[in-house]
């Protein structure tokens, strides 16, 4: 179960972020509906949530996930890999302190966005990106192992994140796409497939008694209702313009 989350109001600046999308420029206003639409879904599921304003220095500061790795126990800063986001651990790292007081830190030459790190039960799957590199995956494996955890790091080989790929919905469920369709270090799971064309489906949360995934993924809905599973689909146009997704929006603990 979650108790908590946090997230972080999308600024202005965001239309200027990263991406390497071609699905044109986020439209304000429906961003901020988009947004405003997740911390919904997320209080349906029965979290308390803590939310940051919106920082304009820093464009994509809304996919907080990135800026830590969080356990009921421990929490991970982690050493985002683009230059125009590593300075969001610092507001991160301040808030984190309200919550935690095992606070470990992925330092340089390690870097790690926390969208390549998927827990499922006691293991952590670490992806090597181009955002999160040996060196950082091997720190953060070290850490979880320390506290008792397994870690596994995963090359990638195609998807930007880990997790663009993949999620685990318990029950030892996991929802797989691309390269993670038959991927070695994943066949010990049961497999909730996505094709090809619905991809981005792959990036769903399980909060709770909920999976919120993107609207719009009629087969991924049905399979999940399928296997037990309740449904919040949420609309993510302006999210997926600049390659986040759901699990990209907060941090769940
Ligand atoms: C970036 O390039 O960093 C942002 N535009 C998107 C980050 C998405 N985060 C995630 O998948 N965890």
Redesign the pocket.
Known sequence: MFKNVIVKTPGESYVN???TSDLGKPDYEKLLEQHKAYVEALKKCGVEVTHLPASEEFP?ST?V??TAVLTSEFAVVSNPG?HS?NGEIKEMEAVLKDFYEKIFYIKAPGTL???DVLQADNHFYIGISE?TNEEGARQLKEIVESEGYKGTIVPLEKF??L??GIAYLGNNLIVAAGEFLDHPDFEQYDKLTVSAEDEYSA?CIRVNDYVIIPKGYEETKRKMNEAGYKTIELEMSEFQK????L??LSLRF
């Open positions: 972020g990263l991406t994509d996919f996930e990135d683009a986001r966005d926390g969208g955002r930007f994140h997790k663009t990036n600049q390659d986040g997704g699990s990209c």
